[in-house]
């Protein structure tokens, strides 16, 4: 998640490099955990009404859009009193960018992970297990007992992948075509990023 991972006993607020900062409700609490609804119902997915299944993708995405719509609000805030800056481009920024950190590391990777686990277990099982319940009840157990294991990998994969790839490169864009009075067409976005590559 956040470089935010330690909870002042005094305050409730989150220490990240050494200055105390308010506790984000959507990554610091078990909050968190409505982001991997969707885990779960790929782990039940064979043994849940299909509704159920997508409600948990329903959960999931109702997740993202509340922690996008709550960073952005704090990034309009913040940048509101700031001379010469654009508070509505800020927001949307950190919408953007809360949207597809979420979406891969709460939705989208732990999802595919959980469902090609229990899709392996599922077809090794019918194959290998004469035992009816076992056939139907391990795929959904091995992919509920891969959910801890992923999660933190998953975090630091996409948090590499956002600092890295995608930030730089998003900032270069807004910036080029918000800096630019004139129409922008795509490729002069990509010659903007690859100007370093």
Not at 11 to 20: E, F, I, K, T, Y
Not at 44 to 49: E, M, N, S, Y
Not at 55 to 78: C, M, P, Q, R, W
Request: overall charge negative; glycine content about 8%.
């Amino acid at each position: 998640m956040d470089s935010c991972n330690r909870t002042d006993d005094n305050c409730g607020s989150v220490v990240a490099d050494g200055q105390a900062q308010p506790q984000d409700v959507f990554r610091d609490t078990p909050v968190r955990y409505f982001g991997y609804a969707n885990e779960l119902g790929e782990a039940f997915k064979a043994l849940v009404p299909r509704a159920a299944y997508f409600a948990s993708y329903g959960v999931a995405a109702v997740y993202v859009l509340g922690d996008a719509s709550h960073k952005g609000t704090k990034e309009f805030e913040k940048s509101s009193g700031v001379h010469g800056s654009n508070p509505t481009l800020e927001a949307g920024k950190a919408v953007v960018d809360t949207t597809i950190w979420q979406g891969l590391a709460s939705v989208a990777i732990p999802g595919f992970i959980i469902n090609k686990v229990v899709s392996t277990v599922s077809t090794v099982s019918r194959r290998n297990l004469s035992n009816p319940i076992a056939r139907r009840f391990l795929p959904t157990t091995m992919g509920l007992a891969c959910i801890p294991f992923i999660v933190g990998p998953v975090d630091t994969a996409v948090d590499h992948f956002m600092d890295n790839l995608f930030r730089p490169n998003f900032h270069k864009i807004t910036s080029f075509l918000f800096s630019k009075k004139v129409d922008v067409t795509i490729d002069d976005m990509l010659l903007c990023v690859n100007e370093d590559l």
